[in-house]
């Protein structure tokens, strides 16, 4: 794991911390835990808000390239084509990543996601291959995503969201 990645997960930790603690009345000396503290490169301070006079911490986002080091990048051109009742879904791999990364670039399987009239999304299937047939979607507005699993089970992003052709 990056040594920068780490620091932004302490942050995070000392921030949700901060608020558990502090919702109880306690400090974490006080609760018989020492105290957690972010190291100072990885956050930044906001205005006080209305409800303290203190600054809060929000931890910094990763930039694109921190970002590919630990998450794969997602498949490319996903399209969905209606034949008959069912949906077909192709798309292309993830593209190669270049610079120093934490997952292996073998890609195992890929994973299928839909959402039915923008309720949530359900993991409907799996795929060794560039193609998916959703055999039995049912009716209404239906939206697919694809990510890629990795060796060792690491799931890339998501690709965007695509919509199915209405059924005829």
Request: proline share 10%.
């Amino acid at each position: 794991m990056s040594t920068n990645l780490v620091r932004r997960l302490g942050a995070v930790t000392t921030i949700l911390l901060t608020g558990v603690l502090g919702a109880c009345g306690t400090s974490g000396s006080e609760a018989g835990s020492p105290a957690v503290t972010a190291p100072p490169s990885t956050t930044r301070s906001t205005s006080p808000t209305a409800s303290s006079d203190k600054p809060t911490t929000v931890p910094e986002e990763l930039t694109a390239e921190e970002q590919l080091r630990v998450n794969p990048p997602p498949p490319q051109r996903l399209t969905a084509v209606r034949e008959g009742t069912s949906v077909t879904l192709t798309w292309s791999p993830p593209p190669a990543v270049a610079g120093p990364h934490s997952y292996s670039d073998r890609v195992v399987e890929y994973r299928v996601f839909r959402t039915v009239d923008g309720g949530g999304e359900a993991l409907v299937g799996t795929s060794s291959s560039l193609t998916f047939t959703d055999v039995a979607p049912g009716p209404g507005t239906l939206r697919y995503a694809v990510s890629s699993v990795r060796e060792h089970g690491v799931e890339g992003a998501r690709t965007d969201a695509v919509t199915a052709p209405a059924a005829s």
